[in-house]
């Protein structure tokens, strides 16, 4: 199966996959902001740069799309049709990453939490979970 579009508008389409400011991203943080929590965004002298990190609680939260970073739910499992074999290599390349950055991390002290973006349906449950974070 070709591309539904040719290459210049699929350069288009990709070209406005953001990495910061999602919105899942903003929905975790405006959870935090109403828990009374305080942030740092998108450290880079962290492996990895996490999306939100909390520096009082040595606390590194990544907020992945489930497509992206190879989620187990039913998002995260489909892979194009076009394109295979990229695809495949390309969330392989991104777990290899993600799981080399969650290591360095803990080496460095630092606990690390991956919210997913199916997690976003349930708000309340989200919410329990980070003021559970912000407790400990």
């Known amino acids: 199966m070709s591309d539904v579009f040719d290459a210049a508008k699929r ?16 929905k975790v943080r405006r959870l935090l902001t ?4 305080r942030y740092r965004l998108h450290r880079k ?9 909390l520096p009082g609680r040595r606390l590194a939260i990544f907020v992945h799309g ?7 739910c039913a998002r995260g499992s489909r892979v194009p049709k076009a394109n295979r074999d990229y695809w495949v290599a390309k969330v392989a390349r991104n777990r290899a990453r993600d799981a080399r950055n969650l290591e360095a991390l803990a080496g460095q002290g630092w606990r690390v939490e991956t919210i997913w973006e199916c997690e976003m349906k349930d708000e309340a449950a989200l919410a329990g979970r980070l003021k559970a974070l912000l407790a400990t």
């Open 66 to 72: 489930c497509f992206w970073h190879g989620h187990d």
């Open 11 to 26: 350069s288009d389409v990709m070209r406005r996959v953001k990495a910061k400011g999602t919105t899942p991203e903003l």
């Open 34 to 37: 109403r828990l009374g929590a």
């Open 45 to 53: 002298d962290l492996p990895g740069s996490p999306d939100i990190v």
